[in-house]
Each structure stands twice: as C-alpha cells, then as structure tokens.
C-alpha cells in the first residue's frame, strides 16, 4: 500500500510501514544509531534518525507512515533538533523510553552454571563506549532466544562493570551464563562496546618468526564478505582466491589451506555415520562398542560452535544425537599438526595452526580439550573475518586490488581442493545439501533428484526448513535402505533451533518415531554467512547478497560434490583408509558430554 504525503514540500507517494524503511526506499537517507532491520521493537531511544512530521518531532524508526503526513528531513530546524539529541549524554539517558533507569548489562545465570569449560571470555565490553541502545539484549533475546544478557533498571551503576569483560551487576562471568558465544550482540553494536577478544597478536607474533610454519585454513563465508571491510557492497565480490594471495603477504613460511576441503571430508564421514545410525534403527541393532558412536536419530550437525554449547546447556538429552564428527576447522587443524606436520617431518608443536572464520564462538572451540591430540590443539588462533581484515590493513594489503591469477593466490595442495558442496557449507542449509548430494548417490549411484543439484527446499532464509528424500532403486550394499524416505530439517539462529529440538524431544518423550533423520543447525541467522565475526553492518538483506555469492561460486566449479573430491579421495587412500574407520575415530571424531 502506498500514502500520498509530502515529502520536503514534495507531494510524493510513500509505501506504508516504518517512516525510516519507507524513506530509505525514496532515497532520503537519515543517521540512525539505535535501529536494527532485524530486530523488532528496535530504535526510539538515540533519536538520531529525528524528522519533523506535522510540525512535531518523531524519530523515523517508530513512527509509521500515514496518509497526508506532512514530513521535514532537512530543514535546520530538523538538523538542530537531530544535533541537540545526539549532543545527549551519550548513553541518552533522558532521552530514552526507558527514562533515568539505570540500564547496564545483566546476566542471568545458567542452569547448568559452570558446567561447560569455563576458561576465558571471547565476548569483551567497554562500558564507556556503550550507548545503551538495548540492540545487543534485544538480539540476544529476541532473535537468539538465549536471554544471557538482559537490562537491569534498578540498581547497579556503570562502575561495576570492569573495563574489559561483559560481567553482570552481581558480578557473574559470561562463560557461566547461558551464553554460547555467537557474537551476534557484537554485530549489531552500534559503537564497538562490544567485540571479540582478539587472536591478533598471537598472529603477528607468529608471522615475525619466518622458521614456524603457519598454516592458514579460511572457512567458506569468509570469501563472501570480506570485500565488505574493504568498501565493496554486500555480494558485490568474492575473494576466494584474493584472500589466499593476502595471506601470502603477511609473513613468510605460510601455508594456505581451505576449510572447504574439510567440510567435504566432513560430508564423508557424516554421512556415513548417518547411514549407519539409519541402518541401526532399521535392524534394532545397538551399538557395537564404548561410546563408538550413537545410535539415536535423528543425527544433528555439530559443526557449529555455538549451537553444541547450546545443546550443552539447554538439551543436554539430545547430546546422543549431535553428530560424533569434529567440525570442518577441527578436521583441518588435526590433519594439519598430526598428518601434514609429520609427513613433512615438521614437529606439530612447531606448526602455528591459525583459522579465518566468520564466527566468535570458533575461538571458544579453539580452547575446547576435545580438540587436541596427546596435548596438543588441533588450532592455535582464530581470527575473525573482521580481524583478519584488520591484520590484511596494518600491512597495507588490499584483497580487492590483488591479481586473483597470480600464483600467490593458490591454495596449498592437497588441502586446499575443495568442491561446490563443501562451499556452500557457509550457507544455512549447505551441510544438508552437501550430505544429500554425496549420501543419496553413495546409495543409489544416481546424482540427487534435484535440477542441477541444487536442491532447493533447504535454501533461503526461512527459520525452519524440512524436506523429503526417497531412496528407490538402491545399489545391493544399501538395500536396506530400498523405500527408505530419508526426512530432514534445516534451522538456523538458536530461537529456531529451540523450535526444533523441542519437536525432537517431545517425539523421545513420548516414545514416536523420531520426526527426522538428519537436522542441520547453525547457530546464527542465515548460517556462518552471518556469523558474529563477519563484516558490520549485518543484516538478512546482506545476508541474502553474501548466499547469492556462494551459490553461484558453488555453480559455476567444476567439482560440485564432496565425494568426487579427487584430494579426499587420496587422502582416504593413504592416511584414514575409510569412514569412520580407525585414523578418523582417532582424529575426526568426538563425543560432548558438558
Ligand atoms: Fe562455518 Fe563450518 S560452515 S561452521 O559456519 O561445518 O565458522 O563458514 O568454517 O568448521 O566448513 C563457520 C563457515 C565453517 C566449520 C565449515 C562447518
């Protein structure tokens, strides 16, 4: 629906809606501080996107437009109104719906309180920089459903926060809330009073010294938003091979491999364990040995950090079902010190292990002891696509302006080939796709029934996706599974994952069949592409320009299916001989039990 109004003493036609979305769509642009597109029930409180609207002054972002509404953007009347409001104490205390409360972070304590590894803090807060705009609460709460930080109005001042942690009123450490370190509250900081602790310097210093290798591996939703930090608009580049060439730059004796790779190992080793929790469930058959791996259906992906510390803390029955498969970093950084290091007669202690990822809680995963053989972590330092940024800009290395054809720009082999399937991983939805495109022609010999492979019902941006798979006409090995309709679902953000799991649960407690095979979740909204780590301003809209980038890049590569890999296939050949085999129980698996 439109509204004719005028706009600064033009008639015009205005789509109904908010003021400030509807004026954007006209081209107006106005400053806003304390509005997100993604969360509702932003804004109001900074006052910085101020209009004059029949005389009287409203802030565009909650007030909705009307017919014949006579509206002022630019008058100096406006711009002195806007200046007196952002000239506000800068926390805008008077000025907020809120009043005088004194609003500053509080956080509940977790059920399950100090149960999950309690080490450092990945997410750091500088009071003296918050606006208390709420964007971090409301995101947390809202879109996260995870309610670890929250407003506290009564009590408690600024000074009882320390400088450098997010610590509540009564004093209670974030690892010990519900917390799961998705970062999503950094992304939507409008002044950086949040952000993530910082692997740099463990970096730099690592790249000074040319006698450790560093090995280098960068997650697939890194390519697809980094051009973001160096003035490129969303979806506008990819720089998968641009960022390899960075790489190179910054120090010498590094190696530069993809996370891509793995993410196709991990679809080999997952669907196999998919398929032999199936063929369990089919037989009644229970397990074979200690804790080997679970029989429960359905599987659900484990390769997002902040999603296992959410099962950890909120459904601790459903643990059986994460899948026992380390994650695609974890794959890398255990092949990297305990296969690569020693084939090429390097000490894995020597080798500086460091992952590229759009995530915060990756750094959370990093520290994990799950993730180390004999003592040793499989990943020594996580940057964030934001650091890695940072680091590219203190060497004055532009991504954007690097020749993508040089041989700079090269993944290392065999680690650095990698298909479509493992690309699209930083997708939500990819992992699912990826495991049909390999299990359902593993099974039947035929590609998965689905116009050029890409199959559709478990992309975009929908919170919750399910889809349908029959497997008919299976090869002699699979024939177990003749008829089987293998049923999935996809959710992405926790509020989804929530919805998902209590459907699972509900099923287990009433003893149903479960309503799924496989579930794929990621922890945050639109999958790793929206990671806490990824390039600010986030929103789904860039979300939806980041997806559009990988699904083409995932198009147009020859290699689009992780069991066609002809790097995995060697690597099968001489090292883990099979799925799920002895070398990958060894280093790609693991159990959670928080
Ligand atoms: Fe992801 Fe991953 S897809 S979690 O989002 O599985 O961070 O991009 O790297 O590990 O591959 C993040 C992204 C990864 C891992 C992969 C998985």
Not at 105 to 125: D, N
Not at 459 to 479: C, D, I
Request: glycine share 8%; charged share 25%; net charge neutral.
């Amino acid at each position: 629906k439109v509204f004719p109004v005028r706009v600064n003493g033009e008639a015009v036609r205005l789509g109904g809606g908010l003021l400030l979305t509807s004026l954007q769509a006209l081209g107006v642009r106005l400053p806003f501080i304390c509005w997100h597109p993604d969360i509702i029930d932003s804004g109001g409180r900074c006052r910085a996107c101020s209009v004059v609207v029949d005389g009287k002054m409203k802030p565009a972002c909650t007030t909705y437009v009307r017919e014949g509404m006579i509206i002022d953007t630019k008058s100096e009347l406006v711009r002195s109104l806007r200046e007196a409001a952002m000239a506000v104490d800068p926390k805008f205390k008077s000025e907020t719906r809120l009043g005088s409360a004194a609003e500053i972070l509080a956080l509940r304590p977790s059920s399950k309180e100090g149960t999950v590894h309690p080490r450092t803090r990945y997410v750091i807060r500088q009071p003296e920089l918050c606006n208390h705009c709420n964007l971090c609460v409301q995101m947390c709460r809202g879109v996260q459903g995870v309610a670890a930080i929250g407003e506290l109005r009564d009590g408690g001042t600024d000074a009882e926060l320390s400088a450098t942690e997010v610590k509540g009123f009564h004093g209670t450490p974030l690892p010990q809330t519900e917390c799961v370190n998705c970062g999503q509250c950094i992304n939507v900081c409008p002044t950086g009073a949040l952000r993530e602790a910082s692997a740099l310097d463990v970096v730099r210093e690592a790249m000074r010294d040319p006698t450790r290798p560093k090995v280098i591996q960068f997650a697939p939703a890194v390519r697809v938003a980094l051009a973001e930090e160096f003035g490129k608009a969303p979806g506008e580049q990819s720089l998968t091979r641009e960022m390899v060439a960075a790489a190179r730059l910054l120090g010498d004796n590094v190696h530069v491999f993809d996370t891509n790779f793995s993410a196709d190992l991990t679809i080999i080793e997952e669907a196999n364990e998919l398929l032999e929790r199936i063929r369990r469930s089919l037989t009644g058959e229970k397990r074979y040995g200690p804790d080997d791996i679970h029989e429960a259906l359905p599987q659900i992906t484990s390769c997002s950090p902040g999603w296992v510390t959410f099962v950890e803390k909120n459904f601790h029955d459903l643990l059986p079902n994460v899948s026992s498969c380390k994650s695609p970093m974890q794959m890398a950084g255990a092949l990297t010190k305990q296969y690569w290091a020693r084939k090429h007669g390097v000490d894995p202690n020597d080798v500086v292990s460091i992952a590229v990822m759009p995530c915060v809680a990756k750094k959370y995963e990093a520290d994990r002891p799950e993730f180390s053989t004999d003592g040793i972590p499989h990943v020594d330092a996580v940057l964030t696509t934001r650091e890695y940024a940072e680091l590219l800009r203190t060497h004055d290395v532009d991504p954007t302006a690097l020749d993508p054809t040089s041989k700079l720009a090269e993944f290392d082999r065999p680690f650095g080939i990698a298909s479509g399937a493992g690309l699209i991983f930083g997708a939500t939805g990819g992992v699912m796709e990826a495991a049909l495109r390999t299990a359902y022609e593993v099974v039947t010999g035929r590609p998965v029934p689905f116009a050029k492979l890409d199959v559709q019902p478990v992309r975009g941006m929908q919170g919750v996706k399910a889809a349908a798979v029959k497997l008919e006409n299976v090869s002699r090995e699979w024939k177990f599974l003749e008829g089987v309709e293998v049923k999935v679902a996809v959710a992405h953000g926790l509020s989804n994952a929530r919805k998902l799991c209590e459907e699972i649960r509900l099923a287990n407690h009433h003893g149903l069949p479960p309503p799924y095979h496989f579930v794929e979740v990621m922890c945050c909204p639109g999958g790793c592409l929206g990671g806490g780590g990824q390039p600010k301003p986030t929103s789904m809209d860039i979300k939806k320009e980041r997806a559009k980038l990988i699904y083409k890049e995932d198009r147009d590569l020859p290699l689009r299916k992780s069991h066609e890999n002809p790097a995995i296939k060697e690597l099968y050949r001489d090292f883990l001989h099979e799925p799920m085999g002895h070398a990958s129980h060894e280093l790609l698996h693991t159990t959670y039990s928080a």
